[in-house]
């Protein structure tokens, strides 16, 4: 790789990772595009020679959320558990309430979820991430064979259907119990700890059959 691609590829990552911070913290109509090259170290010219459109922006952001759950997911598919093991450190990666910034995390990529398809050619502009995501189902199909092949979950076709489902649920519940933290704290019993982990014991039961 050459200089000039070596300083181009530090760019686009001090950009995201600059766009990461302002939009994980902030609302999205808040951040203009002089806050990310200001925050970036560069001129908003530039900025806008690598995304015309700060939709291009918000996606890359997304991706790069995403490929960090795809690393977990390679991760975890090498470690030397049993399948169940595996979904159970799925269920565990995917509680939001963990860290003030994985609720910050929550919360940009409810609001993306939420309104990805307002973005002008999404399937196209946001290719990448759908790409990411396929990729991170077929790990999920990898271990859930793996754990009927060791004995650890139950046999069946549909119960890849289910553990995607069990996930899915459980992330977007996670993600919507961080997003509701504060006003929860305000109510009685169970707060959003305790109905996460009755989710997950739920789901775990399920799962031992």
């Known amino acids: 790789m050459s200089k000039q691609q070596i300083n181009r590829e530090k760019r686009y990552r001090a950009i995201i ?3 990461e911070q302002l939009f994980t913290k902030n609302s999205w109509e808040t951040v203009q595009m002089q806050h990310i090259a200001d925050k970036a ?5 530039t900025l806008f020679r690598y995304y015309p459109k700060k939709e291009l922006i918000i996606i890359a952001v997304a991706e790069q959320l995403l490929l960090r759950e795809l690393r977990f997911f390679h991760d975890i598919q090498t470690k030397t558990l049993s399948g169940l093991k595996k979904i159970e450190a799925i ?4 509680n939001r309430l963990k860290t003030p910034a994985a609720i910050d995390e929550a919360k940009f990529i409810d609001r993306f979820d939420a309104n990805i398809s307002d ?4 399937g196209t502009a946001a290719a ?3 790409e990411i995501r396929k990729e991170i189902a077929v790990i999920v ?3 859930v064979q793996e754990g009927q092949a ?5 046999q069946g076709a549909s119960v890849t259907d289910e553990v995607m489902t069990m996930i899915n649920n459980f992330g977007l519940f996670a993600r919507k119990l961080a997003l509701m933290r504060d006003i929860l704290e305000l ?5 959003a700890k305790q109905q996460l982990t009755i989710m997950h014991d739920m789901y775990m039961a399920r799962l031992r059959g």
């Open 91 to 94: 269920f565990h990666q995917y």
């Open 150 to 154: 060791d004995g650890s979950l139950p």
């Open 187 to 191: 109510e009685t019993t169970p707060d």
């Open 128 to 130: 990448k991430y759908f």
């Open 119 to 122: 973005i002008e050619d999404y």
């Open 41 to 45: 170290g560069i001129g908003v010219a």
């Open 17 to 19: 990772d600059s766009a």
């Open 141 to 143: 199909k990898n271990i």
